[in-house]
DNA sequence: TTTTAACCGAGACGGTACGTCACGTCTTGTG
DNA sequence: CACAAGACGTGACGTACCGTCTCGGTTAAAA
């Protein structure tokens, strides 16, 4: 690192940012299949060739784009008890997957099979985003005597997305306050109480 | 309805499988978008106007094609008790994704998002194929009275191939022995034990 | 020959005509340089593809335009003098290359550097164009007595195409009236009688 | 004019020659039409801007870099008769165009569409470069009393380069000895010795 | 000696056209 | 009719150069 080769005239910093928002923006309206560089390119006022100098194809620009843009910002949430905070967390998330984002959530998914980091990187952001949420939702839980303080919460943030994600892109099947509800209560909660339990009760 | 026009030369049903025998195979070596029409007429030895005049594009054939193909024959499981047999459906259809047919399975997913239909069939087919080896499963447990007879199974069907399927191709992250141990252990029988008990513990 | 390939859509012959007429005018309006392949499938009511799928470039293209495209009608001439109808036809000549065909001209060379055998073609019909008028305006001289019967016109018809065509698309050097009689006076009609009188004065 | 701004780092008059001497090599690797500004940068080792910033464009490059390229180092002549001099001399100038720089040559004939300036140039050179050998040849031929003084040089020079060029570069003929020698015997002698002794027998 | 302005390299930039590819439709002749 | 072959309009692909521009850094004459 560090001599930083100072040569020739340097990229437009800003241009990518330019880029990368067009490139989101198409992606919510047309979806990642019809995007078009040359639409890209029209709508940030850029030529093709500086997208091209930039990212090798449509697929590492989608992969950039959606990696550098922030998309869940969790308004903090305290309904008082676990069940309630985790069905309001749930909601929240399906809003958004199902709403404008969810045109280029779908982007993203098909971004994520040419280039894994980034579907990494989707999942991470996906949890992180949540996670310091989370985290607090889950202290002020175990304060209560809710769940114990060694419950398995890694566990519940393996279910969940999952279990949503796969039901809005890929089963097609709808995502309901019935089904958040019975997901928290059949599915999260036992887990979280067995967990806390397990010692005691489970023999394996 | 149905005197079904009888003129002219019958379309020949053979080909529709040969078609789709070079749709699947091409699907699983170059993935759903770099797979032409062009390049399955030529393996299948038939024109592309045969193709387009039995589906309306390129979606529709491989979701035909992926629904007749029969990706899951499970072996018949049993071994002994629930925790085992399980362990043995999860590895086996994990196994089943992450070898030849994992291209498959990602060109797949690629059609998903373009084709509702198609996941849903492909999401069905999942379950079906699965069906009946877990309704045995299922029966031998309750017989031998690991779980009650309401458990509920149909939560273990919505959480399993989610779970499995987000890791495998979302998150990227293995899916070893262990984790499906975990996967059994700390989510799947709990689940199962406590819809059994629910409506005697549970109060809510 | 013969069995001639009579499978799939044949190709519509009415487009070459079009294509190439497209072709033409855009030489003339812009020159071979600056014409492209997508200005002429636009004129032409034509996908750029078409043209592809019949010439292997732009070269080529314009190559077999220009071949296609019969350049001179020569008027009947006859001032009743040799020296009148060689000025006559040469001025008419270079009339013709200097205005509307002559960007067409200019483009035809280009084009010569890539396909010699138009250049031949051309070559060719010039002469050829020229020829049935030249043979008239000759036998009518031998007629006259103007010239003897073995008078080498073959060198005439070297000469005169090679002057103009260089002074006026190489050495940039108008060919006026008077450069035009210069030719006729100082050149042809001395090179005519020389040949008619060689046996007897040349000695070599 | 000519206070000249004498200020600033004064170009680097060395790279001129490199730069032509580079271009020159393209032209005749390439031809005209694909040699790239770029490639020429390349192989002169100089940027892109160095170049730009000395000529306003690739035509005026090639024009400047054929105009300080001396192709004719015409040796010198003296076969002891007019005859011998004028095929030497042409079958000398013949030689250069066909061999190596043949491609140089037909690249410049394609500048010369473009780019009116070097065609013209080029015409003068090829005129200048052969001038003095040339009136070398026709003093000594005066002198020996086989022209007379005040026969029509020039009209040889308008003859021989254009019927040499257009033969080699657009009808694609073949330019051996003997053609040579029926040039000369049958076309340049006569045009001069007719300018000899016009005033006299002609009458028009 | 310092300033100053042009030079030089590298390479980004907006363009324009290239030639290719696949789409889904259409138009033939043959079975 | 079905079918094979392949032409067709459409639209995007990724590449190549064009000629301009913007940098950091250099160089020699003028101040």
Redesign the pocket.
């Known amino acids: 690192m560090s001599i930083s080769?100072?040569?020739?005239?340097?990229?437009?910093a800003s241009?990518d940012v330019v880029i990368e928002k067009a490139a989101i923006e198409l992606l919510r309206e047309v979806g990642y299949e019809r995007l078009?560089?040359?639409a890209v390119a029209l709508r940030a006022?850029?030529?093709?060739?500086?997208i091209?100098?930039?990212w090798k194809?449509?697929a590492e620009l989608i992969a950039d784009a959606v990696h550098h843009y922030a998309f869940c910002k969790m308004p903090s949430i305290d309904s008082g008890t676990l069940r309630g905070d985790l069905i309001e967390i749930i909601t929240e998330k399906v809003k958004t997957m199902k709403s404008a984002d969810g045109q280029l959530f779908a982007g993203l998914m098909a971004a994520s099979r040419t280039d894994n980091d980034l579907s990494d990187l989707l999942t991470k952001s996906m949890a992180d985003g949540a996670g310091s949420v989370h985290s607090a939702v889950f202290e002020r839980a175990i304060e209560r005597g809710e769940i114990s303080a060694n419950a398995s919460l890694e566990t519940v943030l393996e279910i969940a997305p999952a279990v949503i994600t796969y039901r809005l892109f890929m089963s097609h099947q709808n995502v309901n306050r019935k089904f958040i509800e019975h997901l928290v209560d059949d599915v999260l909660l036992p887990v979280l109480s067995h967990s806390t339990t397990s010692p005691l009760i489970q023999s394996k």
Do not use: F, M
């Open positions: 080769t100072l040569l020739g005239r340097p990229r437009d241009r078009s560089i040359e006022q850029v030529s093709k060739s500086t091209y100098r930039r194809n449509k």
